[in-house]
């Protein structure tokens, strides 16, 4: 008998269960106050490389919110990503109070690590008001009880994915997807511009609409920029692809859940000179419209 019979062997490292998983998402999202109009944003924990772009736009947001009136409301965001965030350092945000009026409110962030700013972004609040009212219809689409998650999709594709790449796909996250259309990014064949994914925070993040429309924000930047590469039979995952968010912007029509399911229909009018432009309509499970997106991103392969 060799002793390799009683090698012991690592414990499994329990998975986070989804109410776990939804408060470390308020914590990250959540700013600390350095000073008067200056902010550090959490880090994410285990979190490797890149940050990723939608917490770095919901960190910004809530630290403009911090300078604003309870009564006005974010309406629209507008942000320019210039280097990427790296997961080593905390991110340090600087709010400029460019104009309040009798309605509106202008906030401008800067986001830096190092040093160097890594993110600019606009943001403008107002106080809620009656008006003119109409929107699109939501598409007709399979309810997301009838859908397969994104982790499962990937568990399917397991033998012909890098193993760190599978974990890193189906590696336990604060949001749940559901895509209406299943699109290999594997192998991805040419397809039409359009997606429809169910998601939502799959536990309680709390009553505070502040958090919810931040939250909002964090997972306005999933699944926006791949729409653009459809047409073309490629993904991120495609080798020499050179992919990257340039500017996101979300206006917030209606107050939102975000530990509810909710629709993100997205589509792509134009790519061309190494870019691809996005645009994204987010409705509630009533077909109400909450939010759009829009969003322009590198698409390039490399030579």
Known sequence: MDGSEHAETAPKRRRPTPQ??????????????????????????????????????AQALQAAVRSVEPDRIAHSLHAYFMRPGDEDFPIIYRVERDYDGGSFSNRRVI???RGKPILNMTCSFHRQEKGLEHQFKMPD???PEDLRTEAEIFAELKGQIDERLYKFLTRSRPLELRPVEVWNPIDPTPRDPVRNIWFRVGGDIGDDKLMHRA???????MALLSTCMQPHGVSWMTRKMQSASLDHA??????????????????????????????????NREGKLVASTAQEGL???KD
């Open 20 to 57: 776990e998983l939804a408060t470390g998402l308020v914590h990250l999202l959540d700013v600390e106050e350095l000073d008067v109009d200056l902010y550090r944003g959490a880090r994410n924990p285990g979190g490797k490389g890149r940050v990723f772009g939608g917490q770095v736009i």
């Open 111 to 113: 986001a830096m690590q």
């Open 141 to 143: 689409v399979v309810g």
């Open 215 to 221: 939250a909002l924000a964090f997972a306005s930047d």
């Open 250 to 283: 979300v206006w917030f029509h209606d107050d939102v859940r975000m530990d509810e399911w909710l629709l993100y229909s997205t589509d792509s009018p134009w790519s061309g000179d190494g870019r691809g432009y996005n645009r994204g309509s987010i409705f």
């Open 299 to 301: 698409i390039r392969i």
